[in-house]
């Protein structure tokens, strides 16, 4: 069987089989060049979520394959605003599988770092989510850290979360995080259990890769998180989030207890020597 990616005119039959293309093993995926990219981007901006989840599908097997797509970037980006929920996430999923290609990874996380800056609160929160999946892809997102700790004040509790879930995502590839704690911190007291819930598993995770000096402030405000009257209330009110919450934190408090100790240790020895 062989498909052929085909004009806007002719999506009436081409709609019904982009996704299978997108799959196909001895076609898109091995044969897709450069030249091909312009006729995916075009259907980025078509009305059927099936066409833009395919062409999103199109565009990620292209970057696995190592062509460079840098030029539907712009595209993708657009579509984070989407009305459809669906094609936001799908979009948000697609950039983080394009960043790991080397050859568009500085034009995505670029148009990202843009976006966070776009009134839209459906673009911002979809530009952090995909941050966070360019981080979990195991990619560098340094440079997007300023403009994340930025974003842990946005008046919108879903891109307060995300960029919370980004920077955590980004720390667990090592990247310094220590100037997101006092934003992070904050939102221990958020009204949203979500972005609450995100902030912990932040801290946490900046707390096993900072210094000592971050790991005293984690611990002195996980301590006074877990005896605030609004955390203690919702063993009762949300239990499941309670229970991953208090056991995450009491985890990371015994690995904090840990690295402390043996910090205090070495420094001892040092000071003996």
């Not at 530009?127 to 946005?154: C, H, P, Q, T």
Request: aromatic share 6%.
């Amino acid at each position: 069987m062989k498909f052929m990616l085909v004009d806007r005119s002719q999506t009436t039959i081409f709609r019904r089989h982009l996704p299978t293309l997108a799959r196909w093993k001895d076609g898109i995926e091995t044969r897709i060049e450069e030249k091909r990219i312009a006729r995916i981007i075009r259907l980025l901006g078509d009305s059927d979520e099936k066409v833009i989840w395919g062409a999103d599908e199109a565009l990620c097997k292209a970057a696995e394959k190592g062509v460079d797509i840098s030029a539907a970037v712009s595209g993708l980006v657009r579509l984070l605003g989407d009305p459809n929920e669906n094609v936001r996430w799908n979009t948000a999923e697609a950039l983080g599988k394009v960043a790991g290609n080397e050859r568009s990874r500085d034009c995505v996380i670029n148009a990202l770092i843009g976006a966070m800056e776009n009134p839209d609160v459906n673009v911002r929160w979809g530009a952090v989510s995909a941050l966070g999946k360019v981080a979990e892809n195991g990619v560098d997102i340094s440079e997007a850290v300023s403009g994340l700790i930025g974003l842990l004040g946005d008046p919108n509790g879903n891109v307060r979360g995300g960029a919370a879930w980004a920077l955590c995502k980004a720390t667990e590839n090592g990247v310094d995080i220590s100037a997101a704690v006092s934003g992070l911190v904050k939102l221990l007291g958020d009204p949203d259990v979500i972005v609450r819930g995100r902030a912990v598993w932040a801290l946490g995770r900046a707390a096993e890769n900072g210094d000592l000096g971050i790991l005293a402030a984690v611990t002195a405000n996980l301590q006074t998180f877990m005896q605030t009257p609004r955390f203690r209330g919702e063993r009762a009110g949300n239990t499941l989030w309670y229970t991953e919450v208090a056991g995450y934190i009491d985890k990371i408090m015994r690995k904090i207890s840990e690295r402390l100790e043996f910090g205090s240790t070495v420094v001892g020895e040092g000071a003996t020597a």
